[in-house]
């Protein structure tokens, strides 16, 4: 990952989540500021966590099918929702 040390950006802001592995990531640009959003965490899947989507699709159809019609308002049974 050095090659990010390589470019100068001036005024470079990073963004991660707030999982750790995204931070450790970041750690690696040389940026002059670093902002951690919660909302840029991944969907927690709650009671899907470790499932593929063709497990999904497989085990609990009506689900598979909510998801599809409404990606972006769609949680998972027992996910949490992460508000800003």
Do not use: C
Not at 43 to 71: C, Q, T, V
């Amino acid at each position: 990952m050095s090659h990010f040390f390589l470019v100068d950006i001036k005024h470079l802001t990073v963004w991660t989540s707030k999982l750790q592995r995204t931070e450790s990531t970041a750690a690696y640009v040389n940026a002059t500021e670093r902002k951690r959003f919660s909302s840029l965490n991944e969907i927690d899947a709650g009671n899907f966590d470790g499932l593929s989507y063709e497990d999904i699709e497989e085990l609990y159809p009506e689900e598979f099918e909510k998801r599809l019609e409404d990606k972006l308002g769609y949680r998972y049974p027992g996910g949490k929702v992460e508000l800003f």
